[in-house]
């Protein structure tokens, strides 16, 4: 067996007193026959995260692979693999480190990733969109690593989109690493549809300066088993943090959602919010950590997760948390934990609206509070369609189509665009 894979293994038991990872088990995932992703001819990746109307620069990882050359442009920036950027770079790749056992595993063994590198007052006006999909004939272990450095006084929209264009078992121990500069503004949006058999561990560790703006997006849609790991750190005064996320779960899908923000400084302000719909015998945690460090006056933290239980067998398990060591704040955590409303079904029904299309209206209105907050107005449509299509139970139209995409080059090589709404079918 794999030395990686046989540690992996291990880790329940070695962190079973740790509070933050004692219910992360991937055991199940980490099968026999599972290996580590190899380096292959480049080839074209199917990856299914194409947002219509929306141009962005598109990068891929295939298997954990970048095949393409480091780029760096006119105005200094840098963007392209991580292995190529520590020869060509090494002192902007220095500050790479280990947070816990899961990432001390990646940071020893991950194949590739993305490296970005924006210098000082430079607004980015392209969102970089890195697609990361995981496909072949065997069972995959992926480990990949991103470094991301924005400068001073920078603006940049980053899009990272995990996919799987098999059904294949497959495990990813991902690790993204965003250092935010002064007065800069970044937005992370995290976009997840793998297949039933594969698990993600995503852990992304996020250091903020003076005045910086961080808003982080989580869409998980799809997979058997995901961890959504993060980590916001506020090292200088007057940040601003929004954290959000979506979870949309059937069948026997666990998502496992842990938000750390660290207000470090004074006059710092951070927002969470964090929804989710279990059906069938699916399960969720959310595990919301808030730090307010002595001295840090004048901070503002609101913590807030809201679930929707549509079976009995579905589950949750949240636990908003505040820990406090000054007196000068605002703070707030809350949680609920419920059904769709019978008197908002009943009067959906007596609006000549069948008891279906009544349940999807309530929820898709459940899931707009979040998607709402998307500050890229293509991706926010995408996004509403993304989750009408799901609570519909069909994420794949693509796969009921007529046209046979591999021999036509699919809807967007023959020019055809649909906009359907699910909810007036």
């Not at 141009?55 to 692979?65: A, D, H, K, V």
């Not at 480091?70 to 190529?84: A, V």
């Not at 194949?111 to 999909?133: E, K, M, N």
């Not at 299509?389 to 665009?417: A, Q, V």
Request: glycine share 6%; proline share 3%; hydrophobic share 35%.
């Amino acid at each position: 067996m794999n030395a990686t894979i046989d540690h992996l293994r291990r880790l329940p038991i070695e962190l079973r007193k740790n509070e933050v990872w004692r219910r992360v088990d991937f055991g199940s995932f980490l099968v026999d026959d599972l290996q580590p992703s190899q380096r292959s001819q480049e080839g074209q990746c199917d990856c299914q995260c194409n947002v219509p109307n929306l141009e962005t620069t598109r990068l891929i990882l295939w298997n954990g692979f970048y095949y393409h050359s480091l780029q760096c442009l006119d105005n200094g920036i840098i963007y392209g693999s991580i292995r190529e950027a520590q020869r060509q770079y090494p002192n902007l790749v220095a500050e790479m480190t280990a947070e816990n056992a899961y990432s001390t595993i990646n940071a020893e063994g991950y194949t590739d990733g993305l490296f970005l590198y924006v210098p000082d007052h430079i607004t980015v006006d392209l969102p970089i969109q890195l697609q990361s999909a995981i496909g072949g004939e065997q069972p995959t272990l992926v480990q990949t690593r991103n470094l991301v450095k924005v400068g001073q006084g920078s603006q940049l929209s980053l899009i990272l989109c995990d996919d799987s264009t098999n059904d294949d078992r497959s495990f990813s121990n991902n690790v993204t690493q965003v250092f935010v500069g002064a007065q800069a503004k970044v937005q992370l949006y995290k976009m997840q549809n793998l297949n039933d058999k594969s698990a993600l561990l995503n852990q992304t560790f996020v250091a903020m300066e003076e005045g910086a703006s961080l808003l982080s997006m989580a869409f998980t849609f799809n997979g058997g088993s995901i961890r959504n790991h993060t980590e916001i750190r506020m090292f200088g005064e007057h940040c601003h943090t929004e954290a959000h996320g979506l979870y949309l779960l059937d069948k026997e899908q666990r998502a496992d959602n842990y938000v750390f923000v660290d207000h470090a400084k004074p006059n710092c302000t951070s927002h969470e919010l964090f929804k989710g719909i279990m059906d069938d015998s699916s399960s969720a945690i959310f595990n919301g950590h808030v730090l307010v460090e002595d001295g840090a006056v004048k901070t503002e933290a609101y913590q807030t997760n809201r679930n929707i239980l549509l079976t009995d067998k579905a589950s949750i398990d949240t636990k908003p948390f505040l820990e406090i060591y000054n007196d000068d704040v605002k703070c707030s955590h809350g949680s609920t934990t419920g059904q769709l409303d019978d008197k908002a079904l009943f009067y959906l029904r007596t609006r000549g609206l069948s008891e279906r299309i009544a349940r999807t209206l309530l929820m898709a209105a459940f899931c707009d509070e979040v998607t709402q907050k998307v500050e890229i107005p293509a991706l926010r449509d995408w996004l509403g369609d993304m989750c009408n299509r799901r609570l519909h139970g069909e994420l794949s139209p693509c796969s009921d189509c007529y046209l046979n995409c591999s021999t036509t080059g699919g809807c967007e090589k023959l020019k055809l665009d649909f906009h359907l709404d699910p909810t007036k079918l």
